[in-house]
Structure formats: C-alpha cells, structure tokens
C-alpha cells in the first residue's frame, strides 16, 4: 500500500495561475520534503518540515510556498507558475530529522505550464 | 559543502552482464550515503545506504555497494543485469542537515 501519495500525478496550468500540489503519508514521519526535479537534473530540495518548524532552502523562489496544517498532509502551493517551473515535483517524508535513514517517496506530481 | 558526481549519464549494458555506475563523493563530514533508484514517472525508492557500518552494502534486487574511503567513491554493482533494471539512479550524500543528489544515471538494459 502507498505510503506517500501525491495528488495530482498530472496537472497542467497556464501561465501565472496558481497551482497546488498536495501530500498524504500514513507513515506518521516528523519530516516532510518538496523537491522540485526537473528533466534529467537532480532532485533539488525547495523546502521542509520538521513537525510544523518550517525549512526553506535559501535559493527556494518566493513564488513556492508550503502549508503542513497537521501530521498527515503537507501542501506545495506556487503562487504565478512560470515556463520554468514545469517539473516533477516530489514529497518525501522521514522519521526524525538528521538524515541517516530512508527518504520515503510518492511517485510525483509533474506539472505543465502552458 | 557536500556533492556528489555521477560519472556517465547514461549505461548500456547486455541482459546478464555486469552494471557498474559510478559515484564519487565530497563531504566535510562523515557521509551518509545512499543509491536511489527511480523508474519512469515513479518516486524515488532506496536501493541501499551506507552510515558508517560494513564498507560493502547490500541492497534490493542484487545491488551492492562498496565504499571506499580513499578513493571517495561508493560505486553500485549488480552481477547481472535483469531488463527489470532499467530505469534512472541516482546517488546520495548526507550531511545530517539534507540530502544532496546526483545528476543521475539512466540505466539501459540491451536484450
């Protein structure tokens, strides 16, 4: 059974509307991550929560916001989605914070901005 | 700062043949590392991680690893290829802050 789902898999938006990905974990982990993987890069890190203590990475643009309203859920909001913002975009979660151990992964919303 | 290179973006190998895809990395401390492999429109999944235990990891589905503390490297071997294998990997290095990835391997399984 999935243990991180992301919703949308698929969404297209147009220029500057603004989107919003959701992440569900029944995993109960401390930690939830954003990273933004855009075609044949590296996963990039835009954010993360431990519990409800909010981390931005410094070169994470204004335009990706975050809400973690409870345990389970975490929210990736981009406010005026530009051409460059089309990507796959992946939430992970871990138990604690410290990375030793397993990222758990879903299987990622991609984004088309037309 | 820590990184990690991914040496060849892409590797062909010949159902049954040796894989080797290569990673070597830097870090200021001692490194977390880790293989990750991801198939077409999927996640990430772990493979298998090193944290300081044995120098020779083991994994999922036949991969092993072996990190080499002289050569910064911690290379992903599989004896023999399954076509199930194909797919993109990528490794891993922690520094107990974040995990920073490579650029990836995309793995392609010749019949």
């Known amino acids: 059974d999935a243990m991180v789902i992301q919703n949308p898999r698929y969404q297209v938006t147009q220029f500057g509307k603004p989107v919003t990905l959701s992440c569900s974990q029944t995993l109960n982990h401390n930690v939830m991550y954003w990273y933004q993987q855009k075609s044949s890069q590296a996963p990039k890190l835009l954010f993360h929560?431990?519990?409800?203590?909010?981390?931005n990475e410094a070169d994470t643009p204004d335009n990706f916001q975050s809400r973690r309203p409870n345990t389970s859920f975490c929210f990736l909001d981009i406010r005026s989605p530009g051409l460059g913002d089309a990507a796959m975009y992946l939430c992970?979660?871990?138990?604690?914070?410290?990375?030793?151990?397993?990222?758990?992964f879903g299987e990622g919303s991609r984004l088309t901005v037309l | 700062a820590q990184s990690v290179t991914q040496l060849g973006s892409h590797v062909s190998v010949s159902e049954g043949a040796l894989v080797l895809l290569r990673c070597n990395y830097s870090?200021?401390?001692?490194?977390?590392l880790f293989w990750y492999v991801q198939y077409p429109n999927q996640g990430l999944q772990l493979l298998l991680k090193y944290t300081s235990a044995a120098t020779l990891v083991k994994g999922i589905n036949g991969f092993e690893a072996e990190f080499k503390k002289s050569e910064t490297s911690f290379h992903l071997t599989k004896p023999s290829a399954h076509m199930s294998d194909a797919a993109e990997y990528f490794c891993?290095?922690?520094?107990?802050?974040?995990?920073?990835f490579g650029t990836g391997t995309r793995l392609t399984i010749i019949p």
């Open positions: 929560y431990y519990d409800k203590d909010f981390n």
């Open positions: 992970a979660t871990s138990r604690d914070r410290g990375v030793t151990g397993e990222l758990f």
């Open positions: 891993a290095v922690s520094d107990l802050e974040k995990l920073t």
């Open positions: 870090s200021s401390v001692p490194p977390y």
